[in-house]
């Protein structure tokens, strides 16, 4: 009855506009004081939820990503991508992919890309021809790609709340990234050969070439990541704090175009984002806390075990449950409070946690498309100035890709896990 009281309290506080971290914050300080544990105890609680040295690396790969975007890193990507595939059926369609399969190399995050390339996508798309509602749909779809390629900011997080290598994680979500990539571009040929949208010329050899060149350095960054943390050059924290220093590095000697204005705004809204964060985190700790003292994870794993007789039936059953969490809840929230109670289960079932987390780390990025809550559409709709009515009416054909790619790493684990597989 008071797990009840509190989960209704919660989802109204939420509705009525309090942000998520807060409404958390508050409903478990109203337990605490309820049960007669004392606030200071649940001051505690939240103080302990951030006290985890990987941790450390989100705000760290939220500013590399902020700085590569003040730096204008993105149109030196965006530029290659387009001499790459822009004069294929589908043209700036398959650019806004490409660029987003790029950028996730650097920023670890789906609303960086969304908000960091969408603009410029959605106006190069709607001067060339394009109906602005593909163009959003595009843009929002791809930018999913983000926290499946190492870097990323999930799937730190993923890993410290399930006690998984976080460089395995980061080579797990190889594999699935670019396959969600390709199945983007198939719906954009499809979309395009349909509508008869324009495309590019073919550009030169040679300026492919000059372009390829001026965006390596960029390029570079998650080799660079992955590289150290696997050579024991440095750990996935740390590697955070380098991706900053190497973004830093590329503009000061080959783009040099970030001044200390547009630095101290990227440090500025770096952190903004990881306040925010860290609120929802500490949230987390503490309705974890709730959550774990009246029995709940233990009731959910009771029903889930009741549901499914097997790995497939278990992962179709969690699947489906993020999936219609995700319409109403934000992913960070999924991620925090519903993992550590489904990762014991899942090992239980022999389920590797490496294919577990790439799976519902995917799970979650669909999540953030699907209306009426993703996040996704809501920078989109901003950046792009699209009515979010209609843009969530566009995205709805997009997200059969990614469920396509779902789908095959539940059934083929090795997508998830090959790449960690060879390089231990």
Not at 35 to 61: C, E, H, K, W, Y
Not at 242 to 250: K, S
Not at 300 to 307: E, G, H, R, T, V
């Amino acid at each position: 009855m008071i797990l009840a009281s509190v989960g209704l309290v919660w989802l109204f506080m939420v509705l009525i506009g309090v942000p998520i971290g807060v409404a958390m914050i508050i409903v478990s300080m109203g337990y605490f004081y309820h049960t007669g544990m004392g606030l200071s105890f649940a001051m505690q609680r939240m103080v302990d939820g951030l006290n985890s040295f990987p941790i450390l690396a989100v705000p760290l790969f939220i500013l590399a990503a902020a700085i590569l975007n003040s730096a204008g890193i993105t149109h030196h990507l965006f530029g290659f991508a387009r001499a790459l595939v822009g004069h294929i059926t589908g043209g700036l369609g398959h650019v806004n992919v490409l660029a987003s399969l790029f950028f996730s190399g650097m920023s670890g995050s789906a609303l960086a890309d969304a908000g960091g390339l969408g603009k410029m996508e959605i106006e190069a798309m709607r001067e060339a021809g394009y109906d602005e509602e593909f163009a959003g749909a595009v843009t929002a779809s791809s930018s999913m790609i983000g926290p499946l390629v190492p870097p990323s900011i999930t799937m730190v997080l993923y890993g410290v709340i399930s006690n998984t290598s976080i460089g395995a994680l980061f080579l797990g979500g190889v594999v699935p990234g670019v396959l969600c990539a390709v199945a983007l571009m198939v719906m954009v040929y499809a979309t395009a050969k349909k509508r008869d949208y324009p495309r590019d010329p073919r550009p030169e050899a040679r300026a492919v070439g000059l372009l390829f060149v001026k965006s390596l350095p960029a390029l570079l960054t998650p080799a660079v990541i992955v590289g150290g943390i696997f050579s024991g050059l440095f750990s996935p924290t740390e590697a955070a704090a380098v991706t900053v220093l190497y973004a830093i590095a590329i503009d000061l000697l080959f783009y040099r175009e970030l001044t200390l204005r547009r630095l101290w705004d990227a440090i500025y809204d770096s952190t903004l984002t990881s306040a925010s964060i860290a609120t929802i985190v500490a949230g987390v700790g503490l309705l974890g806390f709730v959550l774990a003292r009246e029995q709940a994870p233990q009731q959910i794993a009771s029903m889930f075990l009741d549901l499914a007789d097997g790995p497939i039936s278990f992962l179709i059953a969690v699947n489906l449950m993020i999936f219609l969490l995700g319409c109403f809840i934000e992913s960070l929230v999924i991620l925090l409070i519903v993992v550590p109670i489904l990762v014991p289960i899942a090992m239980g079932f022999g389920i590797d946690p490496v294919h577990f987390g790439i799976i519902v780390i995917l799970n979650l990025m669909i999540s953030i498309l699907t209306p009426p809550m993703g996040m996704a559409l809501f920078v989109v709709a901003q950046v792009g100035e699209i009515p979010f009515h209609r843009l969530a009416r566009a995205i709805l054909p997009w997200l059969i890709p990614p469920v396509v790619v779902l789908l095959l790493v539940c059934v083929f684990p090795i997508l998830a896990t090959g790449l960690p597989g060879l390089m231990r």
